[in-house]
């Protein structure tokens, strides 16, 4: 026999048998188990308890008593069969089921009736999010083919029908591309600055998600995301953004002649088409609804003491006014004291509370506004008369600097500048202090009380602007703005920022000052894609600069990007014939860019008509009064939305 073939001990000696059905507790405890039954040999002497049962390297096993969860009648579940609504996606996708059936009772399992209905009902948040609730859309609303066509459940529901229909008929997200662009730009670049006033962020944070099931609303959204997006990259025309306001406009315009419509969803989109309008003169040629949407805001009954939506878009859209006037030097159509300012000026130390204080200054500067826009141009017929006059406005001038002194002493610290430095003490070599303001609300707020003494400044009934009084008011806050402007890096108070810093850059003096209006007014312009160059031109020619306008380093570098062919700006209404028609169509600024002369001192001409009550209503040919029973309900409820 060989080497090889010679067997090892380890070959021969016999191998210890491996437990297989042993108990948990030997084996925790690293003994062979007998596998006795029921109790092993090793759990007896020691007096221990055998556990059995299957190891899964769980921390704990539990065989003997598992949970179960206790049986109740009030505990039932009902199975959603969502397949049909999936198929019905896809094109045929319905033909392969039949007629839907509907099932009368519930599954029962092991005894349980088993309905989630009861148990996850999702909870009540509609003191968090105070949107007006979705009411439906209007049949033959929308015919564009390959565009609408998760719209077309909507055309055909009756009234108040989304508020009891099942998730799976709304729209829960935004699945085209396209869209999706051109909402993510409303909200990031224009929402921003509709929302300057709303502590709530209606427009760029809530309206959004209630647009999903809201076409028109939808698609004037879009049409504002796609028309910034023209103006700030060449890549895109503007075709989209004037299909989605063609659709916009044609729903908007189909509603009205509803008189069960919902309000409150035409009233607010009328407001962001007026936005797009005022970043689009094109669109002013084809329809207007700056006159609407003021006429629709009445029409809810929104005011200054009104909530959610409803002051987002009354704050908005007086907001927009107000910019208009103070460039064209127009008195307020709508009276401020007919908007309902609770003009409370007992101090308030805490914060949160800045929007309020926003509003009355707001309501200041629009009495400032109608103040110097009613300035006398004649004298009066005799000596006595203009010594009266002289008087009565001093004494009007007093309460309105009152107002404005009130407001700064009364405001919460948080309203008031964190930090201030001087041009010396700050890193950017701006000929401006730095002032340091934290909320977006707090920055438009200081604008328009400092932009409300710089117009006090000027329209002294008695003392000349050029008085050392009248004059050191002038230039501290015409400084105070620009400081806060040429340091601020949210885009989203830009459009209050610009009609600031044009009112005060009209005092600055010094070359370097001037340069560097200049050069922010063209930041804000290339940031913005808004046709503000003519701010510059009207700049130069007050400061007596030369017939050439010299333009500044920074103007000529970006003149090749953002050519200022149009004049509109956001937030300050395109440039209009005066009168123009009483519906409040407007016409586009002459042909070589520059602004025709509009009467000054007059009311808004685009808004002396904006009234349903007015015989030269807008909307002519579409407003249908809404019908009785609605009108105290939708008021109400808008009130509150």
Not at 174 to 197: A, I, K, P
Not at 242 to 260: E, F, I, K, M, V
Not at 448 to 463: I, N
Not at 471 to 492: F, M, P
Request: proline share 7%; with cysteine; hydrophobic share 35%.
């Amino acid at each position: 026999m060989s080497e090889t073939d010679a067997p090892t001990v380890e070959s021969t000696a016999a191998k210890p048998k491996r437990v297989r059905t042993g108990c948990l507790t030997c084996r925790e405890r690293h003994l062979k188990c007998d596998e006795a039954l029921p109790h092993c040999q090793n759990c007896r002497k020691s007096n221990r308890l055998c556990k059995r049962g299957i190891r899964l390297n769980f921390i704990d096993t539990t065989v003997q008593a598992p949970p179960v969860v206790p049986t109740s009648h009030d505990w039932n579940v009902s199975f959603l069969d969502e397949s049909r609504d999936i198929a019905s996606e896809y094109k045929g996708g319905l033909s392969k089921y039949g007629a839907p059936e509907v099932q009368a009772t519930a599954q029962a399992m092991n005894g349980l009736a088993l309905d989630f209905s009861t148990t996850s009902a999702p909870p009540d948040l509609s003191h968090q999010q105070p949107l007006p609730p979705i009411q439906g859309m209007l049949p033959d609303m929308f015919h564009d083919d390959g565009q609408n066509i998760m719209y077309e459940h909507a055309q055909q529901v009756p009234a108040r029908m989304f508020q009891t229909a099942s998730p799976s008929k709304n729209r829960e997200f935004l699945n085209n591309q396209e869209e999706v662009l051109f909402m993510q730009v409303f909200v990031e670049e224009v929402g921003v600055w509709m929302d300057s006033m709303d502590p709530q962020k209606h427009f760029s944070r809530l309206l959004p998600f209630h647009a999903l099931n809201e076409p028109m609303l939808l698609h004037a959204f879009l049409a504002c995301g796609a028309r910034h997006l023209s103006l700030v990259n060449p890549r895109y025309t503007e075709e989209k953004a004037l299909h989605y306001y063609d659709t916009a406009t044609r729903g908007l315009l189909d509603s009205l002649q509803n008189p069960n419509r919902d309000t409150v969803i035409c009233a607010t989109t009328a407001v962001i088409l007026n936005v797009y309008e005022i970043m689009c003169e094109k669109a002013l040629q084809r329809m207007n609804h700056i006159a609407g949407a003021r006429a629709l805001i009445k029409d809810c009954g929104w005011n200054a003491r009104s909530t959610g939506i409803g002051a987002a878009s009354f704050w908005l859209n007086i907001g927009m006014e107000l910019l208009s006037c103070l460039h064209f030097n127009w008195k307020i159509a709508w009276d401020p004291d007919e908007w309902g300012v609770e003009l409370d000026f007992s101090r308030e130390t805490d914060a949160g509370r800045e929007e309020a204080w926003a509003h009355r200054i707001v309501y200041i500067v629009a009495k400032i506004c109608n103040f110097r826009a009613s300035a006398p141009r004649k004298p009066a017929g005799s000596p006595r008369d203009e010594q009266l006059r002289t008087q009565k406005r001093f004494s009007e001038w007093h309460k309105l600097k009152g107002l404005c002194d009130s407001w700064n002493e009364c405001i919460p610290r948080t309203m008031h500048p964190m930090a201030y430095l001087y041009p010396f003490q700050t890193s950017s070599q701006s000929a401006f202090p730095e002032v340091w303001l934290i909320k977006r609300t707090t920055i438009v707020a200081r604008l328009f009380y400092h932009t409300a003494l710089c117009l006090l400044a000027q329209t002294h009934p008695t003392l000349s602007r050029e008085t050392d009084d009248m004059r050191e008011l002038l230039v501290r806050n015409s400084q105070l703005i620009c400081g806060i402007v040429a340091h601020v890096k949210d885009r989203g108070v830009a459009s209050v920022a610009l009609r600031s810093l044009a009112i005060a850059a009209e005092c600055l003096s010094s070359r370097r000052e001037q340069e560097e209006v200049l050069n922010i007014i063209d930041k804000i312009r290339i940031e913005t894609g808004w046709r503000v160059g003519f701010i510059n031109t009207e700049l130069k020619k007050h400061w007596g600069w030369q017939d050439d306008m010299l333009a500044s380093p920074a103007s000529m570098q970006f003149q090749g990007a953002v050519q200022p062919q149009t004049t509109t700006i956001p937030m300050s209404l395109p440039p209009a014939p005066a009168p123009p028609p009483s519906s409040g169509s407007v016409s586009s600024s002459t042909s070589n860019g520059s602004r025709p002369r509009l009467p000054s001192g007059i009311l808004n001409p685009m808004l002396t008509a904006a009234d349903f009550s007015l015989p030269q209503h807008p909307y002519q040919n579409y407003y249908v009064p809404v019908a009785p029973n609605l009108t105290n309900a939708q008021g109400n409820w808008a009130f509150n939305a």
